[in-house]
């Protein structure tokens, strides 16, 4: 989630003019070459241009851009960073939200003399699943994971990063067929140390960091439905405990290394799927991993326990437009009529650039386990 506070602007400031009833919205778009760096502010982007997040996704931020072909875009290197602004007193409050590769899709004539495009785009996930190996790709045993991560990043020209280091290494040798993405194979690394997969924020930047549970991490925002509530009417609410597991099995099995194995069972007497609230076991298909350690692959089973569980309650409801939301924010949501008073982490959103314009949100209940 992005800080609210911003632009000479506080938290408590920024939040007042989210929440208030007369709240003024505009937005903006810059061009950037191919090294993120500035050349122009657009002026040719129309309405109907949109954004959309989803954290299971291999792109996992994406946009929609309604362009008028003018000649100031290079669709095959330039790229765009939208702004959301807001109205403050004296000023704005500005929030990025990502920076987007362009598609190159067939021009139309309009009814006047303009020519229009209809841009799909892609954050900068698109550059490491485009580049792929040449050769069998094999690292060494020994190597630093995260180290090896900042060389395939570096190699496929991404110099903006923020990657959290590790002394861990590869303890035994590891390769890749040919023609493996630079992203799968980053993404099989920071795995076998249990960080999350590789996520590109608002600003454009490269995030490697270890995963934290939803369950340890504090909520960071409250929506209420209240007298100041942001929230629209028709919010939905899922509630599915039939087929989720509360036992799981994860293993290591590779030709040089001994065999891993780490057991998890959900034995809380709080938690509606637990073997003590069912009275039973319901165990998850044993899956193969790669994991750096035992201690790794302890923490990864819990993992797997926590987000298999996870799935179990979730709610889709809409909001003005808030621009702070980012990469897998955890947040309260307090709602009156659904009889919802809890912690949620957010799997998706997505809203069209129009001041008017509702956010849709997809979240999942943060539970214990």
């Known amino acids: ?47 109907g241009s949109k954004v959309a997040y989803n954290v299971f996704n291999e792109i996992k931020r994406t946009a929609t851009f309604q362009i008028r072909d003018d000649g100031s875009i290079n669709f095959l290197s330039d790229r765009i960073k939208p702004w959301v ?28 003399s303009s020519v229009f495009r209809n841009i799909e785009a892609y954050d900068q996930l698109q550059v490491l699943k485009d580049d792929k190996v040449e050769d069998r790709y094999t690292i060494v045993a020994g190597t630093n994971y995260i ?26 040798d590891r390769d890749w067929e040919p023609g493996t993405s630079k992203l799968q194979i980053i993404n099989d690394l920071l795995g076998a140390i249990n960080y999350r997969s590789l ?20 909520s960071e925002y409250t929506y209420k439905t ?20 509360n036992k799981w099995v994860l293993y290591v099995s590779e030709a040089d290394r001994s065999p891993l194995r780490s057991v998890y069972t959900n034995t809380n007497a709080n938690s509606p799927t637990s073997t003590v609230s069912r009275g039973r076991i319901i165990m998850a298909d044993p899956k193969q991993v790669d994991a750096a350690d035992q201690t790794t692959l302890d923490t990864l089973v819990q993992r797997e326990a926590f987000e298999a569980s996870q799935v ?58």
């Open 1 to 47: 989630m992005l800080s609210l506070s911003r632009n000479g602007y506080t938290a408590d400031d920024v939040k007042k003019a989210l929440h208030a009833a007369n709240r003024q919205l505009a937005f903006k778009y810059e061009l950037l070459d191919n090294t993120n760096k500035h050349k122009a502010w657009l002026t040719n982007v129309m309405p």
């Open 85 to 112: 602004l807001l109205r403050m007193s004296g000023g704005w409050a500005e929030f990025p939200k990502g920076v987007f590769l362009l598609s190159t899709p067939k021009r139309s004539a309009g009814a006047t």
């Open 147 to 172: 180290t090896r991560v900042k060389t395939l990043l570096d190699n496929a020209g991404i110099t903006l990063q923020n990657l959290t280091a590790t002394d861990k290494t590869l303890p035994a």
């Open 199 to 218: 996520w590109f924020d608002d600003d454009g930047f490269a995030i490697a960091q270890p995963y934290v549970s939803p369950t340890v991490r504090a």
């Open 226 to 245: 209240d007298k100041e509530s942001v929230i629209l009417p028709g919010a939905e609410h899922e509630l599915d405990l039939f087929k989720i597991p």
């Open 312 to 369: 179990y309650e979730a709610v889709e409801f809409e909001t003005g437009i808030m621009p702070f939301h980012s990469d897998s924010d955890v947040f309260t949501l307090e709602h009156t009529k659904l009889g919802i008073s809890a912690k949620f982490s957010e799997v998706s959103w997505e809203f069209e650039f129009r001041a008017t314009a509702p956010m849709k949100h997809r979240i999942r209940r943060v539970i214990t386990i």
